[in-house]
């Protein structure tokens, strides 16, 4: 495993981390404790220490797989992000919560689900450039880093494209992004890459393998059931898509990579990406996401021992 600097923060994170979204029961299968447990301790003995979650992947369900996790193990060993700003009413549905004693109350519930005296990084979760333009609640977080309870503070954007938060994220002690951002969608380069290596921001980067459309599964003519999320894509755009995942697999992966490993280190080798977090099912899925870091050359600026 390779590590990196998260940005302007102390953080040292590898460069492959562990995205959690699933363990809240929305992508078609409900986990149980010792499988998070054996997709954790696959991810330590790779060398991963980055987990991502967030308050509303389930009501704090992920964030007490991970607590529970955490109390047999040292917490030292783990960098752990969530997030804020929403609450879990049920599958896909989520109200929106952005008053400062409301985050603070968030923050405490996560904390407590976490088992932990302290987050590493926590992040504003989509947050609308509205939600985002409110002095008092970077002033309520800022209170909490100087207290403790949060190590550094970072922004989840909501959109690839609108580069406000990026540009004002120094100015609210930010220091870390996490955006959509892969093989098939380069959209930050446009505006955010640039703004966030100008302010030394660490950038996560989230659906590095495009939900599933990079792990080399998926053949032009392939159909998705319709509760699937990649179903909503309109059938010429679908198959437009594989027709050009399939053209990436002829001309740009090496001989011998699976294409879920290039795709992951084709992320980690542009100079902004700090680390990529995409989610697993199994500890053979962290096996194969581990091994992005071989692939990796030796140039990135934010590398570390």
């Not at 991502?52 to 109390?71: N, P």
Request: charged share 25%; aromatic share 8%.
């Amino acid at each position: 495993m390779k590590y990196r600097k998260l940005g302007k923060t102390n953080l040292r994170v590898s460069v492959v981390g562990i995205g959690t979204w699933q363990y809240g029961g929305e992508w078609g299968k409900d986990f149980k404790q010792h499988e998070v447990n054996e997709i954790l301790d696959k991810a330590h003995e790779t060398g991963i220490n980055f987990i991502d979650t967030a308050e509303c992947y389930g009501d704090h369900l992920s964030e007490r797989f991970i607590g529970d996790y955490l109390q047999e193990r040292r917490r030292e060993d783990w960098v752990i992000a969530t997030k804020f700003g929403h609450q879990f009413h049920g599958h896909l549905d989520r109200s929106r919560h952005w008053d400062p004693q409301e985050v603070l109350r968030q923050l405490d519930s996560s904390l407590k689900a976490l088992q932990t005296d302290y987050i590493d990084l926590y992040q504003a979760h989509s947050c609308t450039d509205e939600e985002f333009n409110n002095d008092d609640l970077w002033t309520m977080l800022d209170k909490q880093v100087q207290s403790g309870k949060i190590r550094h503070l970072g922004v989840s954007l909501k959109t690839n494209v609108e580069d406000y938060q990026t540009k004002r994220a120094t100015e609210f002690n930010i220091g870390a992004l996490q955006v959509v951002y892969n093989r098939l969608d380069r959209a930050p380069e446009e505006a955010i890459f640039p703004s966030a290596q100008k302010q030394n921001l660490g950038i996560l980067a989230r659906v590095p393998l495009a939900s599933g459309f990079l792990s080399g599964k998926y053949k032009p003519g392939t159909t998705f059931d319709k509760g699937d999320v990649r179903a909503r894509n309109e059938k010429e755009t679908l198959q437009k898509t594989l027709e050009e995942v399939e053209k990436i697999a002829q001309t740009e992966v090496p001989s011998g990579v699976s294409m879920a490993t290039w795709a992951l280190a084709w992320c980690l080798n542009h100079p902004a990406v700090t680390t990529v977090i995409p989610g697993c099912k199994n500890p053979e899925q962290v096996i194969a996401n581990a091994k992005a870091a071989d692939l990796l050359t030796g140039k990135h600026p934010q590398n570390i021992a």
